[in-house]
Nanobody, 122 residues
Framework: QVHLVESGGGLVQAGGSLRLSCAAS????????MAWFRQAPGKEREFVAT????????YYLDSVKGRFTISRDNTKNTVYLQMNSLKPEDTAVYYC???????????????WGQGTQVTVSS
């Protein structure tokens, strides 16, 4: 198991940017597939982005493609989510998730952070 702690959330105006960080401890992050999810009030948690442990391939929710970028620094055991051109509909609690090795289903992620609030004002 790996312990995840998110940071970097906050209040930003529409069109602005934020960078979220997720620090991992208790495990070797380079062997984990990492992801970001989000949950808006009254909605189910949804997948946002993932970066694969083996080759750092990335995949995104369609609505964030071209605006968000997921990256990882294995030397710092940290994964990032750079969010640009933010929209009010991006408002949510953002969660970092991890799974050792390969992920087949979104439900495979078994390590979760506590979340960080992102609020985008119009």
């Amino acid at each position: 198991q790996v312990h995840l702690v998110e940071s970097g959330g906050g209040l930003v105006q529409a069109g602005g940017s934020l960078r979220l960080s997720c620090a991992a401890s208790g495990g070797t992050m380079r062997t984990y597939t990492m992801a970001w999810f989000r949950q808006a009030p009254g909605k189910e948690r949804e997948f946002v982005a993932t970066i694969i442990w083996s080759d750092s391939s990335t995949y995104y929710l369609d609505s964030v493609k071209g605006r968000f970028t997921i990256s990882r620094d294995n030397t710092k055991n940290t994964v990032y989510l750079q969010m640009n051109s933010l929209k009010p509909e991006d408002t949510a609690v953002y969660y970092c998730a991890a799974r050792r090795g390969t992920v087949v289903l979104l439900t495979d992620y078994d390590n979760w952070g506590q979340g960080t609030q992102v609020t985008v004002s119009s």
